[in-house]
């Protein structure tokens, strides 16, 4: 039996280190393929510990960390993502981030991404958020690591009624599985009202 639940305090922090490996594992994957290093995860999930408003969703099969969501104010990341959205209209004080989703793939396909949403929309809603967006990597069709029959989540996320926001593009960069060094990459917004 999966349990899916908010993490806070204590016990968010003491996950850190199991979402940090999560995140190492999972994003290794298409359409990341992020070469990961702990050290860097554990600095960057500490500001979801420092973060009043911030949730980390975790779930488990049994003890075990099989999966964890993050999500917090948009504006706890608006220099990162000011430029994105400049000129668009939103005000980055009224959106709430999902940031990411991890999930171990035998645990796919289970209900655990809705659930993932379902956990982070809520908390939104409590805090007196109306929107929630996230954004994802966009890669090309014919990149060479593309697995075969590999289908990309936009249904999932249409069926959760969330749409891409024309323009609106991050630029990050990270290292590849496949590089040498870090390369930048867009990330597409998607956004909805909850």
Do not use: N
Not at 44 to 56: C, I, N, P, T
Not at 75 to 97: K, M, W
Not at 125 to 154: I, Q, S, T, W
Request: proline content about 5%; glycine content about 10%; charged content about 30%.
């Amino acid at each position: 039996m999966i349990e899916t639940r908010g993490l806070r305090g204590a016990e968010l922090e003491a996950a850190l280190d199991d979402v940090a490996r999560l995140r190492i594992e999972v994003f290794r994957a298409f359409p990341y393929l992020y070469d990961g290093d702990l050290a860097y995860e554990r600095d960057y999930l500490q500001s979801y510990r420092d973060s009043d408003g911030a949730v980390l969703v975790g779930a488990f099969d049994g003890e075990r960390l099989i999966g964890a969501a993050t999500g917090t104010p948009l504006a706890d990341h608006a220099e990162d993502f000011a430029a994105a959205f400049e000129g668009t209209g939103v005000d980055l004080g009224e959106v709430f981030y999902c940031a990411e989703s991890v999930l171990l793939p035998e645990y796919r396909g289970q209900g655990i991404g809705h659930a993932f949403f379902d956990l982070r929309e809520a908390h939104a809603r409590g805090l007196g958020f109306a929107k929630c967006a996230f954004c994802g990597v966009v890669r090309p069709e014919d990149h060479p690591l593309r697995p075969e029959g590999y289908a990309p989540l936009d249904p999932f996320w249409r069926k959760r009624g969330y749409a891409p926001l024309s323009g609106v593009v991050a630029h990050f960069s990270w290292k590849d599985v496949d590089r040498d060094c870090e390369t930048e990459k867009p990330l597409q917004f998607w956004m909805r009202e909850i």
